[in-house]
């Protein structure tokens, strides 16, 4: 007998396909250990004796299906798995959005469904609520406070359901979803092992619409951020050096989000999207860092954090490419200044490769960032 439990791993995985319908088996380590969710899908594709342990209701039944091959091969619901969705009151919200179960299987559809799948997975893990049946429907217009201040994550699908302008809007767009933290609404995409590509007349687009959708759900005015997701910094050390290489500036990811937060999927970003969940996360990390009279605040003739006994200080703790470019590029045409970046381990590699002899790297732990800001695990599935 499988007991359905919050918090389990079972529990877990039927919650995460409630949203996405369809997930890489190759992502499976997003959840936890790879090799037992690896097992447990396995167990599941067979017939099993569920309970309900709030209920005592029993269903037996075969819950999961494997299907695909090599990197697209996928997990979903067996069809007469479905009725267990009734335990975690997903059941309705599924079959609408899948059109009752019929998930397409083309090479195009499961993509994206696998960018979507691992981003859910990776706010899951960092305690942002995935469950669309359990938040607020979004509104069309108007300006009011109907999204909760608790972090969030609305998936790209259900955004463009609002109407059929919207729709259009956004059709072509790569954005997954977007996070409501607060006072803030991030853009999420997910490149995974490619430099991140786009139309940028379709993510300008697509940046409006979150933005009226924004204010009509949040009060919130400006959406100029987005989180980019992918397998490694390495990844975004390509993305960096894409941009540079794009003459259109209006085809440029950096033209429609003046910031780009780079986060790896894996469990560091997950550490780093709860703290992007921080309010005003970004301001109470440069004020621990450095006394007033040294900061810039955006005033200097280019952007730098504080200048501190002739040294001009950057900080990359906010993981932002975009900024990074920005600075780069002002570097370049600057000479005899003696810069310093601050940046977590994990970013060394990527910084000296993108910023070369420009600037001499120093190195701050996140869990001090995390103590900091009073970051804490909210075990938001776990109950």
Not at 25 to 40: A, F, H, P, T, W
Not at 147 to 163: N, T, V, W
Not at 361 to 368: D, P
């Amino acid at each position: 007998m499988i007991y359905v439990r919050p918090g389990s791993q079972v529990h877990r995985l039927i919650t995460l396909l409630s949203v996405v319908g369809d997930f890489p088996i190759q992502s499976l380590g997003l959840l936890g250990n790879e090799r037992v969710y690896k097992v447990l899908v396995n167990k599941l594709n067979t017939k099993q004796d569920f309970q309900n342990p709030d209920t005592g209701e029993k269903i037996s039944c075969r819950l999961l299906n494997v299907c695909g091959k090599g990197k697209w091969k996928s997990v979903r619901f067996f069809k007469g798995g479905i009725p267990i969705l009734r335990w975690i009151g997903a059941e309705e919200y599924y079959l609408s959005a899948f059109a009752g179960h019929d998930i397409p299987g083309d090479q195009d559809h499961r993509d994206r469904f696998h960018r979507v799948g691992e981003a859910v997975a990776m706010c899951m893990n960092a305690d942002i609520e995935i469950r669309a049946y359990l938040l607020p429907q979004l509104l069309q217009t108007g300006y009011s406070k109907n999204i909760p201040d608790e972090p969030s994550l609305y998936m790209a699908k259900d955004i463009k359901r609002i109407g059929q302008t919207e729709l259009n809007k956004t059709c072509f767009s790569r954005m997954v979803g977007a996070i409501f933290a607060g006072r803030q609404c991030l853009a999420v995409y997910n490149t995974r092992d490619a430099a991140m590509k786009w139309s940028g007349l379709g993510e300008f687009k697509t940046q409006q619409n979150l933005k009226s959708i924004a204010g009509a759900n949040a009060q919130i005015n400006a959406v100029d951020s987005a989180v980019l997701l992918a397998e490694s910094d390495s990844v975004a050390l390509e993305t960096l050096l894409e941009i540079g290489k794009n003459r259109r500036k209006d085809n440029r990811f950096d033209s429609i989000f003046r910031h780009i937060h780079a986060v790896p999927m894996n469990d560091y970003g997950v550490r780093l999207l709860r703290l992007f969940c921080v309010s005003d996360w970004k301001e109470k990390i440069l004020d621990y860092l450095f006394d007033p009279s040294e900061r810039s605040y955006n005033h200097g003739d280019f952007e730098y954090d504080a200048f501190i006994d002739g040294i001009y200080v950057y900080s990359f703790l906010d993981c932002d490419i975009a900024r990074l470019q920005r600075f780069r590029s002002a570097l370049s045409h600057q000479t005899g200044l003696t810069v310093e970046i601050l940046c977590y381990p994990q970013q060394t590699s990527l910084l000296q490769a993108y910023i070369g002899r420009l600037a001499s790297v120093k190195v701050i732990e996140l869990a001090q960032i995390e103590e900091e800001l009073g970051v804490k695990r909210r075990n938001l599935y776990d109950r």
